[in-house]
Every structure is written in structure tokens, then in C-alpha cells.
């Protein structure tokens, strides 16, 4: 089954919308499509911009993984493989890879719509707040 989350402001800035988390696979994807307030002076998508929409769809799977309790990123560490361009639309997906009692390590995507290629990938350590 396919639980589609509420919208959250901070992925709305990103152009994103969630696509949903699937609770067979454990994975969570949300689609973005960024407009020109994320751009960088070189025409591509501003990588701090890509981290925060790695970060975003983390969250997702860490949301429904972990139970629905309140997390923070502890860490995260971000590789940029390729540009991504204005309007061109990115999948995120992510997953959860592990857990325990206060923290969660999860991994996140973002690839290019039209062509599945990679443009940025993520690994995170979250810490549950409770």
C-alpha cells in the first residue's frame, strides 16, 4: 500500500510533491521540479538545494520506518554526480537501511525523471527525538 503524506512547506519550496511511501518496499519518493530560485549562476540546480532535497525525501522513509516519531539529521553526506537543469523534473527515493532505538541511517536518490540517470545521492544518520 501507498501512503501519500501531508504537504510540508519546506518541499513545496523545493518544487517537490510527494509521490508517497510504499510500505512493500520500504521506499519513499517524491518528484521536483525546480523553478529558478534554485539556481545556481552556472544554470544547474544549486547543490546545497539537491542536499535539502536528499534530506526531504529521507525524512520521508524515516517518518513511516521509524513509526512516525520526530526526528532530526545527525549527519549526512552528499554526492553530486551530475548537474540537474531548470524545470528539469528529479525522482527522490529513499529508504531506510537500518534502525534502532534512537537513530535511523537511510539513503536517498535523486535521479532525472526522462532518463533515470543519477544527479545526486545521499547517505544520513537520523536521530529520533523522543
Not at 3 to 10: S, V, Y
Not at 23 to 29: A, I, S, W
Not at 73 to 99: C, N, Y
Amino acid at each position: 500500500m501507498i501512503e501519500k503524506p501531508p504537504p510540508i512547506k519546506a518541499r513545496e519550496l523545493l518544487g517537490g510533491e510527494a509521490i508517497g511511501f510504499d510500505e512493500n518496499t520500504g521506499v519513499g519518493k517524491v518528484r521536483y521540479v525546480p523553478d529558478e530560485s534554485l539556481m545556481n549562476p552556472a544554470g544547474t540546480v544549486l547543490g546545497g538545494c539537491l542536499s535539502a532535497m536528499l534530506d526531504d525525501v529521507a525524512g520521508l522513509a524515516t517518518w513511516y520506518a521509524g513509526g512516525k516519531r520526530l526526528f532530526a539529521t545527525a549527519q549526512m553526506s552528499t554526492s553530486f554526480l551530475r548537474g540537474a537543469k531548470l524545470g528539469e523534473p528529479l525522482i527522490g527515493e529513499s529508504t531506510v537501511t537500518g534502525q534502532g532505538i534512537r537513530q535511523a541511517f537511510a539513503e536517498a536518490s535523486l535521479s532525472r525523471e526522462f532518463d533515470g540517470k543519477i544527479v545526486a545521492k545521499a547517505t544520513l544518520v537520523q536521530t529520533f527525538l523522543d
